[in-house]
């Protein structure tokens, strides 16, 4: 318990003394399929511990990290727990995106930020565990980007793709079909069965942290902090076992620029990816069909 304790408090300290990310360094977008294995929007990756240790009172390596991808012994206890679920085999995470709402933030880019939905938000990228844990987190991307192309300027995706994560990632029809990532067969008439488990680790997080489900009426370089901080403590307390908080007897009421109240419309159709499929993902998922469904 004290060890938790400890996570916590160096969290803490961390979130509130970090020198503020700048809103261009926050929102750069990067280069297609960039080689990178860290995130520019997680300080403790940016620095080193000397330039660390200059923007708060401990080193980075002091810090427990609380959103992580599981290593080799974890990822096959997280696949045993995948396929008892679902009975599909080799997963280590599921993949997708959600937008938490943020205030207009104003300047040339402005629109940037409006997702598809027509309200200004940060969508989030989350690869999550069969336990609604969150294993990665990218929050650094306005509302106008497409999953796929976070995903692929990701250090989630490179770690797959060298197969440095062992297992694959199941994801929705909006992401690419490849070796490392599955993906639904198309025009199945079916629901998008890794949602269930995603959209149900979302649904939880929102619901402990109701912020995140309304406008967040902060400065547009803080967004990516808040939301990062509300993963860890997620983390955190599926760690101490907290209770998970119970679906809402109704709507959570909005404030008038929430996305709640900008249109009574049915949502949008999901996207299509922005980068091709594979024929390494087509193999792999027939070869899972034919073994393990047929």
């Known amino acids: 318990m004290a060890d938790h304790y400890g996570c916590v408090a160096y969290f803490t300290d961390y979130a509130g003394r970090v020198e503020e990310i700048t809103q261009d360094e926050a929102y750069r977008y990067a280069p297609p399929l960039r080689q990178v294995l860290r ?4 300080p403790i990756e940016v620095y080193n511990d000397a330039g660390f240790l200059s923007q708060s009172l401990f080193q980075a390596g002091g810090a427990t990290p609380l959103v992580r991808l599981p290593n080799a012994s974890e990822a096959a206890v997280v696949m045993e727990e995948f396929y008892a679920m679902a009975r599909f085999p080799g997963v280590s995470g599921c993949i997708d995106c959600t937008h938490v709402p943020m205030k207009n933030p104003g300047g040339e880019d402005a629109e940037v930020f409006r997702n598809r939905k027509g309200y200004f938000s940060i969508n989030v990228q989350a690869i999550t565990g069969p336990q609604l844990q969150f294993f990665d987190l990218v929050a650094s991307w306005p ?28 994801g929705d029809k909006g992401y690419p079909c490849r ?3 599955m993906t639904p ?10 949602k269930h488990s995603v959209e149900r680790a979302f649904g939880v997080w929102k619901r402990r942290f109701p912020c995140l489900d309304m406008t967040l009426q902060i400065k547009t370089s803080s967004v990516p902090i808040i939301i990062t901080a509300c993963a860890a ?17 109704s709507q959570v009421i909005h404030d008038s620029s ?8 049915p949502p949008p159709p999901a ?19 034919a073994q393990y469904f047929t």
């Not at 980007?145 to 199941?170: C, K, M, W």
């Open 39 to 42: 995130d520019r929007h997680n």
């Open 143 to 170: 509302g106008s980007a497409h999953d796929s192309r976070i995903f692929d300027n990701s250090s989630a995706r490179v770690q797959y793709e060298r197969g440095t994560v062992p297992g694959i990632l199941l």
């Open 179 to 181: 070796s490392y990532l």
């Open 185 to 194: 067969f198309r025009d199945t008439g079916t629901k998008d069965s890794p």
């Open 233 to 249: 403590l997620h983390n955190f307390g599926h760690l101490l076992r907290e209770p998970v908080p119970p679906p809402p007897q």
């Open 258 to 265: 929430s996305p709640a109240t900008i249109s009574s419309a």
């Open 271 to 289: 996207a299509m990816p922005l980068v091709p499929d594979t024929a390494d993902g087509f193999r792999m998922r027939g070869r899972i069909v």
